[in-house]
């Protein structure tokens, strides 16, 4: 464990199912972010929180929709998804305007989308 | 946001040093240099950063150049459990904070 507990591990919806992926810290970190990683490529930054308020959305689809209720958690929920959603999402917290300080990412949630 | 550039692969012994370099020629005054190394199946792990000093901990020795343009990642014993991604990124202020965005990063590879 990192410290950064993601929930649940591996996820399978069908296009017109919602769920939603949690994160949970208790490490007093005031930031909170959300990646996409694709098979292949690169981790896509998709959500940031800082100090519970969201400063950035990176072009993301409005069937993503995330939620931060406060400091320590996190949620994104997926609605009508499509099958190149299918992903490996993953949650990593920090303190808010540290550049000199590390990120903690969960182990992430494996998404098939069908 | 400032990039950075590194080898898509590289390989290396157990028990040998390992030396993973890396390009970042725009990097503003006030960008930190991070690596972060990612296991199979497991979300990323941080290793070190620096900002002009070079640094070590328990994991790793972080090599700056002088000039800020490029920086080397130094495993000094490669173990089979070093067999991952390793990411180089700089962690500039923006709107949105210091987030980070990365690359495709160095595949390494540790044979016995």
């Known amino acids: 464990e990192t410290g950064v507990t993601q929930t649940p591990r591996h996820l399978v919806m069908g296009m017109t199912n919602k769920k939603s992926l949690k994160c949970e810290q208790h490490?007093?970190?005031?930031?909170m972010y959300w990646y996409k990683q694709s098979a292949k490529k690169p981790l896509e930054l998709m959500f940031v929180y800082s100090l519970e308020e969201r400063v950035e959305n990176n072009s993301v689809p409005s069937r993503f929709s995330p939620e931060c209720p406060n400091s320590s958690h996190l949620f994104l929920h997926l609605h009508t998804l499509q099958p190149e959603d299918s992903a490996l999402y993953l949650c990593a917290s920090s303190q808010a305007h540290r550049g000199d300080y590390g990120y903690t990412f969960g182990s992430g949630t494996r998404l098939t989308v069908v | 946001d400032a990039k950075t550039t590194q080898p898509n692969s590289m390989e290396s012994n157990e028990e040998e040093p390992v030396h993973l370099p890396c390009n970042h020629s725009?990097?503003?005054?006030?960008?930190?240099i991070h690596w972060y190394r990612q296991l199979p199946s497991q979300g990323p792990e941080y290793v070190i950063h620096?900002?002009?000093s070079n640094v070590n901990n328990r994991m790793a020795s972080l090599a700056i150049a002088e000039d800020r343009k490029s920086s080397t990642l130094i495993l000094h014993r490669a173990t089979l459990r070093d067999a991952a991604v390793y990411y180089c990124?700089?962690?500039?202020?923006?709107?949105?904070?210091?987030?980070?965005?990365f690359g495709k990063g160095t595949s390494l590879l540790v044979t016995p």
């Open positions: 990124i700089l962690s500039s202020n923006s709107n949105s904070g210091y987030a980070l965005n």
């Open positions: 725009t990097i503003s005054g006030t960008d930190y």
């Open positions: 490490l007093g970190h005031n930031a």
């Open positions: 620096g900002l002009t």
